[in-house]
């Protein structure tokens, strides 16, 4: 069975300091690993993801994340924060194959606050 | 594009009333899925559809809550009668083919709460 642990609830910092927000995943087979966002009040929106390819990936709002195999690892960072980065971010993993392919088991979340 | 839709945003009701959720999602999108996200906690999956096919739903608690997508487009999702324990947000997502790349469209939610 796969799991998603997030080593911070909360991660209060200053605007424009840089934050890298922990994810470490458990799963005896392949993944697919994806950063969600949810702002107040909204939808969870997707942030980043990594299939295959490149470990560093790149996502929205200048956010980037870096695949470690070996520490089975998925962090979320940012070198410069704004105010309007205050959210909860949720970390996530679903299976490459077989029948629960697609289905993402999810974080506990982060709550990034960002103070002026 | 319309996003994933979902009705009611907000709904209270007293222990072992029925309670009903609905989602339409995006149009050409063929999964659906169903999550549950309680306070502090992240979503945790009740259902997959694809198409109107229910394909997982060995976390849906069947002795309660029921589900059906009709159609294969929107999707309804009940509980009767609502526990204490139900009080949670309930969210509905959907994903274009081919599913598995993850890119999951999530709608606001509809947020419960059980007196």
């Known amino acids: 069975a796969q799991s998603v642990t997030q080593l911070d609830s909360q991660v209060p910092v200053f605007e424009e300091a840089p934050v890298e927000l922990r994810c470490n995943y458990s799963?005896?087979?392949?993944?697919?690993l994806f950063w969600y966002v949810q702002y107040p009040n909204q939808g969870l929106q997707l942030l980043l993801k990594?299939?295959?390819?490149?470990?560093l990936v790149k996502g929205i709002n200048g956010f980037e994340a870096e695949f470690n195999k070996s520490q089975t690892s998925f962090h979320l960072r940012k070198p410069s924060v704004h105010i309007s980065d205050t959210a909860e971010y949720f970390c996530?993993?679903?299976?490459?194959?077989?029948?629960?392919?697609?289905?993402?088991?999810f974080g506990k979340g982060t709550k990034l606050s960002v103070k002026p | 594009e319309a996003g994933v839709v979902q009705s009611p945003r907000y709904k209270i009701i007293e222990k072992k009333q029925p309670v009903a959720f609905w989602c339409n999602p995006i149009?050409?999108?063929?999964?659906l899925y169903w999550y549950r996200q309680n306070l502090g906690q992240g979503p945790e999956l009740l259902i997959r559809?694809?198409?109107?096919?229910?394909?997982?739903d060995s976390q849906l608690p069947k002795d309660r809550f029921s589900a059906e997508r009709l159609k294969g487009v929107d999707s309804t999702l009940k509980i009767q009668p609502a526990e204490l324990g139900d009080s949670a947000v309930y969210l509905c997502?959907?994903?274009?083919?081919?599913?598995?790349?993850?890119?999951?469209?999530f709608g606001e939610g509809s947020r419960l709460t059980v007196l």
């Open positions: 149009s050409g999108h063929n999964t």
């Open positions: 799963s005896s087979v392949s993944v697919y």
């Open positions: 996530a993993v679903s299976d490459r194959y077989g029948g629960s392919q697609g289905n993402l088991i």
């Open positions: 559809y694809e198409n109107e096919e229910a394909v997982d």
């Open positions: 990594y299939l295959s390819g490149s470990t």
């Open positions: 997502a959907s994903s274009p083919p081919p599913r598995g790349t993850g890119e999951l469209f």
